[in-house]
């Protein structure tokens, strides 16, 4: 009896075996399947965006109480009498969180050229997995740290995560969606989670912080980080063997900086950056003086403007999928729209009131980044080698010079001039650069350079640029660039047809094997 019984367990647990085996086979067939792999990939990007924005924010109403305990604790040791030494001790406080805050965005700005080459030497998966290790790594130490030496060292690796984080991951989704509609999408719903994650960490690590310690938030965010470089390590196995004789080699950093529509793109980025960059350290002190305003307006002040970022980033992804030859007339308009709302920041007398220009702030950068990110890539499509790690370390640099200057600068400028002069700066400097974003107009009109060294097709396209490059030759006879529907002019706006047919050009360039 008991032989049988024990027969019968065998024979259950071989077939629950089979089945999960199956099923594990299942899982690993439906991966593979290169639609579904890219929404998987889009997923481990947009986590580790999310995570990376939310850490950047998460230690705004964590940090400065917690130092400030620190220095109180440190106080009673060592009474002081002189109330000059305490004002004195009260200003370099606030000149150590400043520099605490920008060091993430400083290290960030140092690193991302050497990234952005390393990303276009190997690629954008291990990037990525570095990126999140050394996240993951950051935020462990925010928890455990007790001092400011401990605290700044976390903020710094912090800045080296994101070098390889936020580059290789939204190179990542460029190079995967190809075509110009999906792609702006892809790049869209990346951007909400990049939002959502800077508003919602403050009252997430606030309330957190309140209720359960300073520790609870960073081991949130760390659990949420590994297991995104879990799920990176099984879909993309970054270290797994493979060959890249097809991946084109890309154009160095230097070369795309002097691009003159790079150039552009960059410094609209930093511009339409600048409001949010330099009122987050600064609207809080602004607001308990003008305002009277409580803690928890304090702390809800920029989560209303997450809806109109979310919208703004919307209404960009439809507009530019049925007019994407208008995408520079979007940032333009985003830009004005952050530079009318800036000038009527300093006007609003109540909380109700502020969330207004707040929210045209964000919806107005969601139109800018919405419509320019998916333009960078574009531009390195057609005027370089679509290979991406190099044009997003630009743009990081660009965003990354914007809220380095803001904990820094922001403070010093009201305290020397006022918030008043800094809004209305803030707001002239967006408006008076928007014409600059007609230098683009002509951009989709751009067919693909052919100086760069000719790649393999065989094994299929692996970007934007290689799809391009196999449409051309199927249809070189007809004499026109397959890249869209408008009129062939080359990478210096001259049309194509005033000196000699596209297809004459191409079929004059022997194809390199």
């Known amino acids: 009896m008991a032989t049988e019984e024990t027969g019968g367990l065998a024979q259950t647990a071989t077939v629950k075996l089979s089945e999960m085996g199956e099923r594990t086979k299942q899982l690993g067939t439906a991966i593979q399947d290169p639609e579904r792999q890219r929404r998987i990939i889009l997923i481990i990007v947009c986590v580790a965006l999310l995570l990376d924005n939310m850490l950047y924010m998460v230690i705004v109403p964590i940090v400065p109480d917690y130092l400030a305990r620190l220095e109180s604790e440190s106080e009673q040791v060592h009474v002081t009498a002189n109330s000059s030494t305490n004002r004195t001790q009260n200003e370099n406080f606030d000149v150590q969180i400043g520099v605490l805050f920008a060091s993430k965005a400083i290290v960030q700005l140092i690193v991302n050229p050497l990234t952005g080459t390393f990303i276009d030497r190997v690629g954008y998966d291990i990037p990525l997995f570095i990126g999140l290790s050394i996240m993951f790594v950051s935020t462990c130490i925010f928890a455990f740290a007790d001092n400011y030496t401990t605290l700044f060292v976390a903020r710094s690796l912090q800045g080296l995560g994101s070098a390889f984080a936020d580059t290789s991951g939204i ?124 803690e928890w307006e304090i702390g ?163 970007g934007l640029y290689d799809t391009i490059r196999m449409e051309e030759r199927q249809r070189k006879k007809h004499g026109y660039s397959s890249s869209g529907n408008c009129v062939p002019i080359d990478e210096n706006g001259i049309f194509a047809g005033q000196s000699k047919s596209f297809s004459e050009e191409h079929t004059s360039e022997p194809d390199h094997i």
């Not at 990542?172 to 892809?186: G, L, N, V």
């Not at 390590?233 to 004789?245: A, D, G, I, N, Q």
């Not at 960078?376 to 200057?405: E, Q, T």
């Open 171 to 294: 190179a990542m989704i460029a190079d995967k969606f190809t075509e110009e509609a999906e792609r702006s999408r892809a790049l869209g719903i990346a951007l909400a989670f990049i939002s959502f994650g800077s508003l919602a960490a403050p009252p997430f690590g606030g309330v957190l912080y309140e209720f359960a310690g300073k520790r609870v938030p960073f081991f949130v965010l760390a659990s949420i980080c590994l297991a995104d470089g879990i799920l990176c390590m099984t879909v993309l196995k970054p270290f797994s063997s493979r060959t890249r004789e097809n991946m084109p080699v890309g154009t160095p950093i230097y070369k795309l900086m002097i691009d003159p529509y790079i150039a552009v793109v960059a410094g609209a980025l930093t511009t339409c950056n600048i409001p949010l960059a330099f009122l987050e350290p600064t609207i809080a002190n602004w607001m308990e003086e003008t305002m009277d305003s409580s």
């Open 300 to 462: 809800l002040t920029w989560l209303p403007a997450f809806f109109p970022h979310v919208l703004g980033v919307y209404i960009t992804v439809k507009l530019a999928a049925q007019y994407p030859h208008l995408q520079w007339f979007y940032g333009a308009l985003g830009m004005v729209i952050i530079g009318a709302s800036s000038c009527i920041v300093p006007a609003c007398k109540s909380f109700e009131q502020l969330i207004i220009p707040l929210c045209g702030i964000c919806f107005g950068i969601a139109l800018v980044d919405t419509a320019l990110l998916p333009t960078l890539a574009f531009l390195v499509d057609v005027r370089h080698v679509s290979v991406y790690g190099g044009v997003y370390a630009i743009a990081d640099i660009s965003y990354c010079v914007a809220y380095a200057l803001g904990p820094i600068v922001a403070g010093k400028i009201v305290h020397d001039l006022g918030f008043v002069q800094l809004n209305l700066g803030m707001g002239l400097a967006n408006v008076l650069y928007a014409p600059a974003l007609l230098l683009l107009r002509n951009v989709c009109l751009m067919k693909p350079s052919h100086s760069e060294r000719n790649m393999l097709l065989e094994e299929g396209a692996t």
